[in-house]
């Protein structure tokens, strides 16, 4: 499970263990600065869990939202786009991997 965090908020206020997963990790969100970056780090380290990904705040996603389409199609090559792409992989090794081991 995913748990989308802001820099600048206190989220997720709800314990994330009673969501019932044994896999839940952090993705900070619309990051602007390193600064941003170490707090959700540090958020997620408070809550005991790890921080697997972070995308930067890009300008091109409230256009694609407008217009009503998915940012990997407006703006392939957004920062945005790349990282959630990377997070994509990322991820999908870390199952195949698990997968594995079990």
């Known amino acids: 499970m995913l748990v989308v965090v802001q ?3 206190r ?3 709800p314990q994330a263990q009673e ?3 044994p896999n839940i990790y952090f993705v900070g ?4 600065a390193e600064n941003e970056r170490r707090a959700v780090n540090k958020l997620a380290e408070k809550k005991g869990f790890e921080l697997v990904g972070v ?8 256009e694609t ?3 009503g389409l998915l940012p990997c199609d407006l703006t392939p090559d957004s920062p945005a786009v790349r990282d959630v792409e ?10 195949v991997r698990s997968a594995q081991q079990n």
């Open 19 to 21: 969501l019932g997963s």
């Open 55 to 62: 995308t930067p705040l890009d300008e091109c996603l409230p």
């Open 7 to 9: 820099s600048y908020s």
């Open 86 to 95: 990377q997070l994509t992989r990322d991820l999908q090794t870390r199952a």
């Open 11 to 13: 989220s997720p206020d």
């Open 29 to 32: 969100n619309q990051v602007r």
């Open 65 to 67: 939202e407008i217009l």
